[in-house]
């Protein structure tokens, strides 16, 4: 049974009172950001269809459930390699949607579709935790039921797979809705695992916020997986509380990158440089802000501008681009934003700083320094392919900058290993990289503190968030002759 939106018809109601309901139907364009064109158009999704496909989800789930762990596993590797033998024609359409280099939408792709097989081999093993003569106590994880994942636009199938793998795995079921900018390879992996999954137990759903509103608060949900915003999380937690469904947000970051005093500035800056411009800044863990003692700061920066001078910037299905466009043309406008009123209040711009000439949303890399206080452009998430190069002038101050921030997904210390080692306690943060940043793996958790989002996702970890806790607690009572010889 294919799970493209296309597919699903028949309506059925059932939301509470005051649940959104004006939702946008018929073809929504999706936009191809280097050329600034519409190219295509996805079918939508009304309110009665995403009614009818959350009845089929909960109406799988417990069968789902029930089916045995190694057959779930089974699944998730067919996952695996129905997902590989699509990579090229899914890569394709990545990139026309999302701007991304093709060689990097390949990869995706192909990371992907390993998800699902590092997933399968992950555990849910039943726990003994008490095994006395009166009583035996064990623990097992069970599945919510039916989970809403809401994917970003930056790594839109990479990140939807983080979220499906392990939620199928727990025994859920799962339904999908993607960005409203780039829905277009997840509709299609939509139909390719449609093919390998049994029917209810996974589908795709498009459409605008409107749609994600309507996905949050229905009663069949239990559980909401969301990679974006900040305040697009908030709006999802506030919605979730109304019906106590639990929630996992990755609400992204603005990390720093401390230089260590004593660190050859020269040596780190090509690193640094590739850890800010991943996915031409369109990455919740790149490097969003770089603080360099005074002394060496300047010609750090300067580093840093002459790579971005010499960085290739064009249309993803150019095999010379390095860095393609800003997603949306909304995106390219907040950039712009933060920079021109950085420039504005004193700035100065040693690379790039300007939407370029002609179509399509690109903004070149860029490189600003002498920021003045409470600049919006060191304090927000500029999630675009800027660098603000910010001077210290002791550990205790870089510090109190570094955590000043309402976001704590990640930050990196960059020279002495050991000494990095020492201060690794202060950033306050999800995790801290040494002479290396966004370096993620499917075995390690991933997740920020604060305003950065709740629970965690990768790994072990991650799997657990999709299940909930349940204890069978057995009392052991005396056989009956026993019994009475004791008491004779």
Known sequence: MSSSVDQLASPRAGLPPGAPGSVRYGPTPVENPALGKVFAETPGCTPERLDDVLDDAARAFPGWAATPLAERRERLHSCHRALLGAVDPMAELLTREQGKPLKHARAEVRLAADWFARTAELGLTRERLVDETDAR??????????????APSNYPVLLAVCKIAPALLAGNTVVLKPSPDTPLSSLMMGRILGDV??????????????????????????LVSFTGSVGAGRAIARQAAADLKRVVLELGGNDPAVVLPGTDVLSVAPDLFTAAMT??????????RVYAPRAT????????????????????LDPATEYGPLVSRAQLHHVAG???????????????GGPLDGPGHFYPPTVVTDLPPGSRLEEEEQF????????????DQVFAQVNASTYGLGCSLWGDEERAR??????????????????????????????????????AWGLNEYTQLKVHHSALRLRPRQADRETS
């Open 338 to 352: 933060l920079v021109d009123d950085a420039v504005a209040t004193g700035a100065d711009v040693l690379a790039g």
């Open 279 to 288: 996915n031409s800044g369109q990455f919740c863990a790149a490097v969003k």
């Open 297 to 316: 700061y300047r010609r750090l920066a300067e580093a840093l501008a002459e790579k971005a001078r010499t960085a290739i910037v064009g249309d993803g």
């Open 137 to 150: 106590i064990d623990l097992e994880r069970v599945p919510h039921g039916v989970v809403a994942a809401i």
């Open 197 to 222: 999954l049994p029917a209810g137990t996974f589908a795709v759903v498009d459409g605008d916020v409107e749609l994600g509103a309507r996905l949050t608060v229905h009663p069949a949900v239990r």
């Open 384 to 395: 675009g392919p800027v660098i603000p190069v910010i001077p210290y002038d002791d550990v």
């Open 422 to 459: 020492e201060l690794a306690g202060r950033p306050q943060c999800g995790t801290v990289w040494i002479n290396t940043h966004g370096a993620l793996r499917h075995d390690v958790p991933f997740g920020g503190h604060r305003h950065s989002g709740i629970g965690v996702e990768y790994g």
